[in-house]
């Protein structure tokens, strides 16, 4: 019983750790890749569709990150669209923004709990007197390995239709229209399509596998390195 108790509290330290990284990876590819939107832009010709300067559309993308962050009050953010001044945002792309801005804020704090988790578990082990050198690596690569696949699968069973999986997202996440923006008076859609998104999918996952090969491959060396022992 005791065993199953410290293998149980393994696994779950694993999925813990996880989302950690999950989260991890998509904060990394939003916030610490500038260079990133430049290179979507110059992709998707999005500078002729809001007819803006690479630099002017960088510093709006830079003061959208921040309002994500919660880094930013509020998304008033003046710029030069077609050579005339103006706020790039209107109030129907705030307010979905706040929405978005919900969620990433709700994330931070998800990764925060699953940090703790982590902790707790790993002290639990050591109160239960259990050999962690042991149990937590083998579990750790259990764990790793069933979330993985778990996320593997959803992984492809979007792939096969992302337009479809993009509105059920969009359906689960908010209780709302204001995501559905039209090109033709939200200048937001415009800057990031739903290309723009699946190359930012694409870009956690390789993030997020490369991440969790590494936690893998490090568990799977304690493990091998505990038997020569």
């Known amino acids: 019983m005791m065993k199953l108790l410290h293998q149980m509290l393994g696994i779950l330290c694993a999925f813990a750790l996880m989302i950690t990284l999950l989260i991890t990876s998509v904060e990394a590819v939003t916030y610490w890749t ?32 921040a309002f994500l962050r919660g880094d930013r009050a ?84 979007i792939s096969t239709d992302f337009s479809k999986y993009f509105i059920v997202f969009h359906h689960i996440f908010f209780n709302n229209d204001l995501w559905m923006l039209d090109p033709r008076t939200d200048l937001l859609i415009n800057i990031v399509p739903e290309p723009f998104f699946a190359d930012t999918a694409a870009r956690i996952g390789i993030t997020y596998g490369v991440s969790v090969l590494v936690v893998f491959a490090l568990c799977l060396l304690w493990i091998k390195r505990g038997k020569t022992k």
Do not use: S, W
């Open 34 to 65: 500038p260079g990133f939107y430049e290179k979507e832009y110059a992709k998707y010709h999005v500078l002729d569709d809001v007819n803006m300067e690479m630099e002017d559309l960088l510093d709006v993308t830079h003061e959208m990150m």
């Open 74 to 157: 509020d998304l008033h953010v003046p710029t030069v669209v077609g050579g005339q001044p103006r706020e790039f945002f209107n109030e129907r792309e705030i307010a979905h923004m706040e929405d978005v801005q919900g969620l990433f804020l709700a994330a931070l704090a998800i990764r925060r709990v699953c940090l703790a988790l982590m902790a707790a578990c790993v002290l639990l082990l050591f109160a239960l007197k259990a050999d962690v050198k042991r149990v937590l690596p083998k579990m750790l690569c259990i764990g790793t390995g069933l979330f993985f696949a778990i996320l593997a699968v959803l992984t492809g069973i």
